[in-house]
């Protein structure tokens, strides 16, 4: 198994989906570069097309596939941001896109990939959870011979998200000391590894991960990839049970740190960016930011990236966490900010 990805797959990558995919500005905080004495930058991938930077590693493989297989038929499983980056990507090439979603899946979230896809996406519901839809997504496009578009554990879909990488090296003037990345299924911070190790050795890259979600720290301390019992939904964009074996391999090598932030500060975070910027991102997306109240001293006199991974879908998650009364005090307040009237719940 690779341990990491190379620089010359993820300068493919690069060019292979610049016709597509957005190069995503690098903004200097101000007023949080005060705040922690430092210079914070956020990498806004929720300015992204369909609003993650998920489109980078999907558009990626399956332009790949089009062009060495001539594929017309892709196949994938997914609740969110995934989803919506095969859609737009299958539109964008006009193949076909088998989409597999729980039965959960608040119908916002189907809408948003039928209208990214177009007359190229079916979606087949089934599944209570995520876990249910995958096995049965990869039952389906084994059956019919269909290429499986997995999320995360796919050399193609690392080199994608490596991209981010080489657009902020060609961003930054100085050296950046740290990137706080935000860890799901791992491919995205496998994908910044693989190119910061290499042509910036010394910056640290920092793994976040919610309080309910640790796979990754739950595997690193216990040696092997690790599927979890259990995981707290809320940070949907984070919350999984299992890294994938490539993307484990390449964080439990490379990897500087992994630090877990608590659900009730990835909210309080929510707030700020909202009410002091107009930032409206997805629990996921504010990971990266609400890690650095773990990191004060470190981070003191350093320049800091945070990557703000993708835009809050909330509907979805407002309706997903009704019965979570703070939560959903937190996305209340920033519904009320914005619609200027009561939600029902």
């Known amino acids: 198994m690779k341990d990491k990805i190379t620089l010359k797959e993820i300068a493919f990558a690069k060019q292979n989906i610049n016709e597509l995919v957005r190069h995503t500005p690098l903004i200097k905080m101000l007023h ?10 956020f990498k806004r991938e929720d300015l992204q097309r369909v609003r993650s930077y998920k489109i980078r590693g999907a558009f990626h493989k399956i332009k790949d596939l089009k062009a060495t ?5 892709v196949v994938c499983a997914s609740a969110g941001n995934h989803a919506q980056g095969v ?17 959960t899946t608040p119908m916002q979230k189907i809408k948003q990939v039928q209208m990214f896809g177009k007359d190229n996406v079916e979606i087949k ?18 059956a019919n011979k269909y290429e ?13 998200q490596g991209t981010i990488a080489l657009e902020l090296l060609e961003d930054t003037k100085e050296p950046i000391d740290y990137i706080f990345v935000p860890i799901g299924g791992g491919g995205l911070v496998s994908g910044i590894l693989s190119v910061f190790k290499e042509l910036s050795p010394d910056t640290k890259i920092i793994g976040v991960e919610p309080e309910g979600a ?25 919350a999984v ?14 990897i500087d740190d992994v630090i877990t932030v608590p659900e009730g500060k990835i909210c309080s975070t929510l707030l700020k960016l909202y009410n002091e910027k107009a930032i409206v991102v997805e629990p996921a997306g504010a990971l990266s930011i609400a890690a650095l109240d773990f990191y004060r001293e470190e981070i003191k006199g350093k320049n800091v ?18 019965k979570e009364p703070y939560y959903t005090k937190v996305l209340n307040i920033i519904l009320l900010s914005t619609f200027r009237k009561e939600p029902v719940l």
């Open 241 to 254: 049970k299992k890294m994938g074996d490539i993307t484990f391999s390449i964080c439990k090598r490379f």
């Open 69 to 73: 297989k001539n594929v017309d038929t």
């Open 305 to 322: 990236v945070c990557i703000v991974s993708g835009v809050i879908m909330i509907f979805p998650v407002w309706r997903r966490l009704k």
């Open 125 to 142: 519901l089934f599944g209570d959870t995520y876990d249910a839809s995958y096995i049965l997504a990869k039952e389906f496009s084994k």
């Open 214 to 238: 640790t796979s990754l720290k739950t595997s690193l301390q216990k040696g092997k990839n690790t599927e979890l019992q259990s995981i707290n939904k809320f940070v949907d964009g984070a």
């Open 87 to 103: 859609a737009q990507a299958c539109n964008f090439l006009n193949i076909s896109a088998i989409i597999f979603m729980p039965t």
């Open 148 to 160: 499986f578009v997995h999320p995360f554990n796919d050399n193609k879909i690392i080199a994608g």
């Open 32 to 41: 949080f570069s005060e705040k922690y004495d430092a210079n914070i930058f």
